[in-house]
């Protein structure tokens, strides 16, 4: 596995590679790399000649309050891992090396963006925007993979490709799970061991909205309702929102039809979790 450090390197190397005629997939992580984003390269190797990851914690996609300084890294892990998954490239820049250009513009995300996470992370989804161009234009992909996991992010990045005429094509992935459920991410390794075991209640309260929705359920506030208490009893969890949309223009639905997407997000002592179905109706 190669690793590049430069974007100017890292796109000399990306034209080589495509005179050659070669279909790059990408891979776009924050690192501390799980289960879920090797899924995510499998899916690439399957689909392109070669896969491209990058890690890049990215500072402008963090609020002042969140956990930018306490993200979990661990790049020789990273590395180990990547290499093993067979990643061919690894881009690893510094923010510097992101960054150091002039802030004459500003993306700004205006759609899809103040409900779910977005609302509660505000300008979070302008920094992941403004990441994703850079990356683009940088690894000028075939392909770029996303997980399910973030539906709001797969979601938005769809309308960034079309709207921004990106020659990439979309592959959003299914949710990578633990053997009792949870959604694997790197912020699980956050929760208390107790709070480990009631994290199970997330995904069983989406599987329940399944069951009332293939047993007729049409009331969106009804199955948040069944939802939310299925939380509140078996967790101490806190829940941030439990919403209901159209999938992918992010909607508000009056009643399930089409495809939906449910999505949750709940917070422990030191952690918020969040996790989303769809449903297809
Ligand atoms: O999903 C993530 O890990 C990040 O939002 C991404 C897409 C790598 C952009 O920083």
Redesign the pocket.
């Known amino acids: 596995m190669e690793i590049i450090t430069s974007i100017q390197e890292m796109q000399k190397r990306i034209q080589q590679l495509k005179s050659d005629g070669k279909t790059i997939g990408f891979v776009?992580?924050?690192g501390f790399l799980h289960e879920g984003h090797l899924t995510l390269v499998e899916k690439a190797r399957e689909k392109a000649d070669l896969v491209v990851m990058s890690i890049?914690v990215?500072p402008l996609?963090f609020g002042p309050n969140e956990d930018f300084d306490r993200y979990p890294r661990d790049i020789e892990r990273d590395e180990k891992l990547a290499s093993e998954a067979n990643v061919d490239l690894l881009f690893y820049p510094t923010v510097d090396e992101m960054y150091k250009s002039k802030h004459t513009f500003k993306v700004t995300v205006q759609d899809k963006v103040n409900i779910l996470c977005g609302s509660k992370r505000p300008g979070h989804f302008d920094g992941?925007a403004t990441?994703?161009i850079k990356l683009f234009n940088i690894v000028q992909p075939t392909y770029a993979f996303?997980g399910m996991k973030?539906a709001q992010?797969v979601a938005i990045v769809s309308s960034l490709i079309t709207e921004f005429n990106f020659p990439i094509e979309l592959v959003p992935v299914e949710t990578v799970r633990e053997v009792d459920g949870l959604a694997k991410s790197s912020r699980n390794v956050y929760l208390t061991e107790s709070e480990r075991k009631e994290a199970v209640a997330i995904s069983q309260s989406l599987k329940l909205a399944g069951r009332l929705i293939q047993g007729g359920e049409e009331n969106p506030l009804e199955i948040q309702k069944r939802m939310e208490t299925h939380i509140m009893e078996h967790t101490s969890a806190e829940i941030d929102y439990i919403e209901i949309y159209s999938f992918p223009d992010l909607k508000t639905v009056t009643s399930i039809s089409g495809l939906v997407l449910i999505a949750v997000a709940i917070r422990f002592t030191n952690v918020r979790l969040i996790d989303n179905m769809t449903f297809d109706v």
């Open positions: 776009p992580t924050m890049f990215n996609q992941v990441v994703l996303f973030d992010q």
